[in-house]
């Protein structure tokens, strides 16, 4: 049974996908190296006792928590396993969250296996960080597959609970425009943004929830500052791995506003939907899943390393969707986005060309190629006339 499952890719990308979090987890727990972990648990700790979410507490971990209130209670029930199960179990919750999202996606059940392949590297990079991405992009996943069902009550739930989280869920409102039920939609966000803005409350008081959503805020406008740092010209802040950093890294623009880029890079987004006739088509729907996915990593100045996961997840969807037989523009492009993104962050690269690749931010070269290609596609391509191999299209 066992090596049947490693001679077949449809059973082994599925056992490496869960393995390898829970893998990452122990170590992580082995080697003392549970920061990240401390961070997310400390948010419940501190709400409960009515401390500052926001403010250093270096006895208990470095760095500062950027997760909103909400973000307490859904770790709640680790703050109560022991490390030594709960960073595995975390680890394997942010997996099957982004797996059941993928298993969604309308690909045909022989070739999901193609979908993990590629997000892999990337969803185990985020593993060793304790990270939270892979949930993140699962909620965006999963607000598109409920509009798509017009169940705009879950599709809107998915959304706001990643914008309490993240705030990178919010980009699933966009998806508002291929709803059935636009005005059932708009109510349905207002409802579970004051159920989710509420819902903290019930472990703390409220004027503490309040305050501590300003201090959030607060804490995400330096923490954007914080980012861009710079010193001599060259990055030293091992985030900003994004389109803005990588021009004011690689081209000597250390000054240079985020607004800059996204401005621009919002108008392009935004401009695959007014092709109005597209709407109906799964390709059209699928394409722009897959840009907002990158979209919201390589825009960002709080993308590091281990946020790729989300952006790479965007690049496995864009790839499905192509017209087949696969051109070879689109194979040099998903090489290089597993080369110069996922693998430079694995030890088959030495240390000190990861940390170029890092700090220079060109590891997100490559997913702003894709998008752009992306974007380029949503505006021009007929996806009413491509076949694809991999996707259900009816």
């Known amino acids: 049974m066992i090596l049947s499952v490693f001679k077949d890719k449809r059973k082994l990308f599925p056992f490496l996908w869960f393995f390898t979090p829970a893998l990452a987890g122990f170590l992580k727990w082995r080697l003392g190296e549970v920061n990240n972990y401390n961070i997310f648990t400390g948010v419940y700790h501190h709400l409960i006792e009515g401390l500052n979410l926001y403010n250093l507490y270096p006895k208990e971990y470095f760095d500062s928590n950027h997760y909103g209130p909400l973000f307490s209670l859904i770790i709640m029930p680790f703050t109560y396993i022991p490390n030594g199960i709960g960073i595995p179990l975390w680890n394997c919750l942010q997996a099957f969250a982004l797996y059941k999202a993928l298993t969604l996606l309308p690909i045909k059940p022989a070739y999901q296996w193609i979908l993990l392949a590629i997000c892999l590297v990337d969803l185990n990079t985020s593993s060793h960080s304790v990270q939270v991405n892979p949930t993140v992009v699962a909620f965006i996943i999963f607000s598109w597959h409920f509009v798509k069902k017009d169940q705009v009550i879950w599709a809107t739930l998915f959304v706001m609970l990643g914008a309490f989280v993240k705030l ?49 805020y607060n804490s995400l406008v330096h923490k954007n500052i914080q980012n861009q740092g710079v010193e001599n010209g060259m990055g030293t802040s091992m985030q900003d791995v994004s389109l803005m950093g990588l021009v004011r890294r690689v081209g000597g623009f250390p000054q240079l506003s ?71 523009w689109v194979w040099v492009l998903l090489i290089t986005v597993t080369v110069v993104t996922s693998l430079t962050a694995t030890d088959i690269f030495p240390d000190w060309l990861r940390m170029k690749i890092i700090l220079y931010s060109i590891k997100a070269f490559p997913c702003c190629l894709v998008w752009f290609a992306c974007i380029y596609q949503l505006l021009f391509d007929e996806t009413s006339e491509i076949k694809t191999l991999w996707i259900n299209q009816d």
């Open 168 to 216: 990178y869920g919010i980009v699933g409102l966009a998806f508002w425009v291929f709803s059935e039920s636009k005005i059932k939609y708009i109510a349905y966000c207002f409802l579970w943004a004051i159920v989710l803005f509420v819902l903290p409350m019930a472990i703390s008081s409220p004027s503490f929830i309040v305050q501590s959503y300003l201090d959030w």
């Open 258 to 328: 985020n607004l800059f880029f996204i401005i621009p890079g919002f108008i392009l987004q935004v401009m695959p939907l007014l092709r109005f006739k597209q709407y109906k088509n799964i390709l059209f729907q699928l394409r722009y899943l897959a840009s907002l996915s990158i979209f919201v990593v390589i825009f960002s100045s709080s993308s590091e390393s281990p946020t790729f996961i989300i952006a790479v997840t965007g690049v496995a969807i864009w790839f499905i969707t192509q017209d087949f037989p696969i051109q070879k």
